[in-house]
């Protein structure tokens, strides 16, 4: 049981350049989430996707999109990079159960755009 | 405003130190709060989700108080290992989007 997965874990992009961020978990859940962290910032919402088939956009999804391959794969797309997307990225998976929720994170990508 | 507030830090304490944090939410519609803690470059993990009559996991207390918007943290007999930025959770319906603090900061030191 992996949890949740990110690839790559760091990038490095020139403006203009295109890039997709993978996400897989292995655990069933139904919603999934992208965030980008920055220094002072907090974790702030991009997209997220309450179950397969369905996405929506969170507080920052400008240059930014989503795709919902399957219930285990949520990827993010930088369509032309600009270095204000310099970021950590987060993507997140969310279990339901009798106990309340919790929200398990993967490891990041540290995106740097120059 | 921030929907959720906290005080950034950082706290610099003593091993075996009591600390406090404070995290105020400004939306009354806020179901579902919780504790999270980042280690440096590492993805957030749940500490402790938090609840209205208060709850206690070990050496740590979480609190909430409705009326005045606001959810605390406590941390007894402060460990070096407790260093990390804790992070003020709040969701305003259930298995929703999650709204975080910018977090606060703490470092234990010996």
């Known amino acids: 049981n992996a949890g949740v997965t990110q690839t790559p874990k760091f990038q490095v992009l020139k403006t203009g350049q295109s890039m997709t961020l993978q996400c897989a978990q292995d655990?069933?859940?139904?919603?999934m989430y992208w965030y980008r962290q920055d220094p002072g910032m907090g974790l702030r919402l991009i997209y997220y996707s309450a179950s397969e088939g369905t996405t929506d956009k969170g507080e920052v999804p400008n240059g930014y999109n989503v795709s919902r391959l399957n219930k285990r794969e949520f990827s993010l797309r930088l369509e032309s990079a600009a270095p204000s997307q310099t970021s950590v990225y987060f993507c997140a998976s969310i279990s339901t159960g009798t106990g309340g929720y919790e929200q398990y994170f993967g490891p990041g990508t540290r995106l740097t755009v120059t | 405003r921030k929907e959720v507030e906290q005080d950034p830090g950082p706290f610099n304490v003593p091993e075996g130190a009591t600390v406090a944090f404070n995290c105020t939410y400004s939306n009354s519609a806020s179901q579902s709060f919780f504790w999270y803690r980042q280690d440096c470059r590492k993805e957030p993990k749940l500490l402790m989700s938090v609840y209205s009559s208060g709850n206690e996991d070990g050496r740590f207390t979480a609190q909430l108080n409705r009326a005045s918007q606001y959810i605390s943290l406590l941390i007894r007999d402060s460990k070096l290992s407790d260093s990390a930025t804790y992070l003020c959770v709040v969701n305003r319906k259930k298995a929703g989007k999650l709204i975080f603090g910018q977090g606060t900061t703490l470092q234990v030191k010996p």
């Open positions: 655990m069933n859940h139904n919603s």
